[in-house]
């Protein structure tokens, strides 16, 4: 599975690891992460209203008007599928000045399980991901921390939880409720598993 790593413009806390053959895309001011990191990205993508210094002359440019229904990151996904990356690790989404992109971030978490592909963002010790119903048995390793599920779709019916503080058996979960909060794994494994919608799958692991 080809994968695609994305740096946007929010706070990055930590390393950003790129694995090996990855390709890699800087979303407008999301160079800025690369640059201190010591990141040669392949491709640079926005309509360049936070990043207003020299472009580099070493990678491929594709700009974009600022007016346009999709964000930068959003941009960088789909280009990132036209090349054929099939799994996205993206950084730098939540943060910054604008609370509104965290949650345009979270949103097309939602629009990239549509599209059939595999996405976490990560922001410091934070993962954030989804689970549905043919994904099956979700095992999350141990780690100390929170563990949180939130229903991405207006419901997620028939969720299970085990191997955490709060177990659950056949529930319903609602985007209008945030029941699932503030969880934690005991045993080596939480095991989730869910009937209908979409899980937000939330690991706060402190380290």
């Known amino acids: 599975m080809k994968t695609c790593v994305i740096i946007a413009g929010g706070d990055v806390t930590g390393e950003i690891r790129i694995p090996k053959n990855a390709l890699v895309i800087c979303a407008d001011c999301g160079y800025r992460h690369a640059l201190q990191q010591g990141i040669e990205p392949d491709v640079l993508i926005g309509d360049f209203d936070s990043y207003t210094e020299p472009l580099p002359e070493h990678c491929k440019i594709l700009k974009h008007p600022i007016e346009k229904d999709e964000t930068d990151t959003m941009l960088a996904v789909y280009y990132g599928k036209e090349q054929g990356c099939q799994m996205f690790n993206i950084y730098g989404v939540f943060g910054g000045r604008r609370i509104d992109h965290s949650i345009a971030n979270i949103q097309m978490l939602?629009?990239?399980?549509?599209?059939?592909?595999?996405?976490?963002?990560?922001?410091g010790n934070t993962i954030v991901s989804v689970q549905s119903p043919e994904m099956g048995v979700g095992m999350y390793p141990y780690y100390e921390g929170s563990f949180s599920l939130f229903a991405l779709t207006d419901t997620c019916e028939g969720v299970t939880i085990k191997g955490t503080k709060y177990t659950a058996e056949n529930i319903t979960l609602k985007n209008s409720f945030p029941l699932g909060v503030s969880n934690s794994i005991k045993d080596e494994f939480a095991e989730v598993e869910i009937k209908s919608g979409l899980l937000l799958v939330v690991q706060v692991r402190e380290v």
């Open 110 to 123: 939602h629009h990239m399980y549509e599209m059939q592909l595999n996405a976490v963002l990560y922001h």
